[in-house]
């Protein structure tokens, strides 16, 4: 089973502030102990919404639209995939996750299980995007 963790974005991330040198240190210590687990398998921090863009699918017309956006608490600062066998393992593994912004700082994480594709019942499209898998 795969797990996503949510780094939910404060108005620090957002504006570029990076961590301190404890808060990295914290994560990088987290995600080592993920590793040695052997369930980690991807992590990163993304830049603010001002160097991104969102596409909108509206009435058969797409529409794309510079960042930033205005809705921090909408946007995401950094994820952590893990793979474990089961849903109590992953809630283990989230709650030892540091706290995102410092102790000091009122923070959030998400943890959202992603599809498999045995999620999905038989079809044509489904054996075409596991094909993709195995090709990876």
Request: with cysteine.
């Amino acid at each position: 089973m795969r797990f996503m963790i949510i780094v939910k974005a404060t108005p620090d991330t957002e504006a570029g502030v990076m961590p301190e040198e404890s808060l990295m240190a914290a994560m990088a210590s987290y995600h080592e102990e993920l590793v040695k687990a052997g369930v980690l398998l991807d992590a990163a921090g993304l830049q603010p919404s001002t160097k991104g863009w969102r596409i909108r699918y509206r009435a058969n017309r797409i529409s794309v639209t510079d960042g930033p956006f205005a809705e921090t608490k909408e946007l995401i600062a950094g994820y952590t995939l893990i793979q474990v066998r089961n849903r109590e393992e992953a809630m283990e593994w989230a709650r030892r996750f540091p706290a995102p912004m410092g102790t000091e700082v009122d923070a959030e994480i998400e943890v959202r299980q992603l599809f498999e594709m045995c999620d999905f019942g038989p079809g044509e499209s489904v054996e075409r995007f596991r094909a993709l898998q195995t090709g990876r």
